[in-house]
């Protein structure tokens, strides 16, 4: 499947013989145009602390389902559905795979991603993932 909008997670669809077959970005934004629509992509997990942005074919790529379960056990933030945020451990993930969305939030990116996690005082709360810098 393209991807439809930015925040989406991709790959390469045929990579290069040079290039890691793995390897992940992240859609920037979109550049449509019926003949040779593009996207700015940025690799994820390079490790750099400022991965280049590059402009590829929007034909090239397709969108990627994200390993969720890696998450449980880890301290992290998540927003509720009143809109409240509270930080706690992963119990729990409610899709082993999905296609990952990312928008930008006030202070982070919000996700899609919807966990159980407990807090400090072994409180269990339901929410999405945000990931704050």
Known sequence: MLPKKEGQIVRFHTPLADEDPDQI???LELKEDRER?????QAL???????????VLLSDLE??????SD????QVTINKPDYSQIEGN???VSEQKIDL???KGVKGVETNVWLTVLDKNGVEHRGTLYVTP
């Open 37 to 41: 629509s593009r996207a700015d992509i």
């Open 71 to 74: 998450l449980i056990g880890h």
């Open 45 to 55: 997990g390079t490790g750099w602390e400022f991965p280049p942005i590059s402009t």
């Open 101 to 103: 969305d990312l928008s």
């Open 25 to 27: 970005y992240v859609v």
């Open 90 to 92: 992963v119990v729990s």
């Open 63 to 68: 969108v990627v389902e994200v390993g969720t």
